[in-house]
């Protein structure tokens, strides 16, 4: 359910820019526009928006993750800065240990997340930095890692698939048996959809390319019967994701509500 909440592009990027303290419309829609070109070698170069913007801001009130101050307003937005609840604040907290992992693993992370968006490795400088990528700071590098991390994690199944093979090797078709059955359980939470073939082999991919999944068949042997297996690194991005969990569960109540109203299956 937390990971529900940060699947808006821009959720993750309006908390970080709030850390500092309360922010007008107009600020944060430079500050987060000015950190997405400096990693627009990664998550490319598309612009956040004031439409969008204000429309994340709304949302994220309604989630409790936000606070718009009662003062003097913005000419943007028509109300005043907005600050994080002690909710987001406490959110960010969490994933601290996200970043650690991240920062052990931001080589192949970063590969993974170029291939995906068909960009190439930039060739390196003198100073064995890629060139076009700015010197970031330890504050930004740390948030980045989480970015990044959660650019993998935003994959609509890539959790769950990751949790199913948290209890063993396993082949796909059992996999994809495990997660649908547990989307059934849960009708409530999840709705209808469930996980087609198509979509358990475009996941098993993306999470093989980023180095938390291994599947290698023999040679002569069917894709479908080689086990898929977590590695160790998938098993440290899960126990990194613990805190996270634990948010979870101190905000259930509220978290219900707004997975269940996303999903659609509840009104208002």
Known sequence: MS??????RWTYPVLVALLDGPLRASQLLKLINEGTARNADLGGSRALHEKVLLTTLRQMEEEGLLLCQRVATDPMSGRGPRELTAAGKELLHSMHRVAAWAAAHRDQLAVALRNRRGRHQPAAGLAGLPVGVPVLSPEQEHWRGVGMTLAVLRLRWGFAVLCQLSHGPQHPTGVAAAVNAGIARNRDLTGRRSLSEKVLWDTLHRLIDVGLVIHRPRPGQFASTARCTLTPAGHAVLAALVPVG??????????LVIVRRRRGLLEG
């Open 3 to 8: 990971l529900e909440l940060l699947r808006n």
């Open 246 to 255: 634990d948010w979870a569960a101190d905000y259930e109540r509220r978290l």
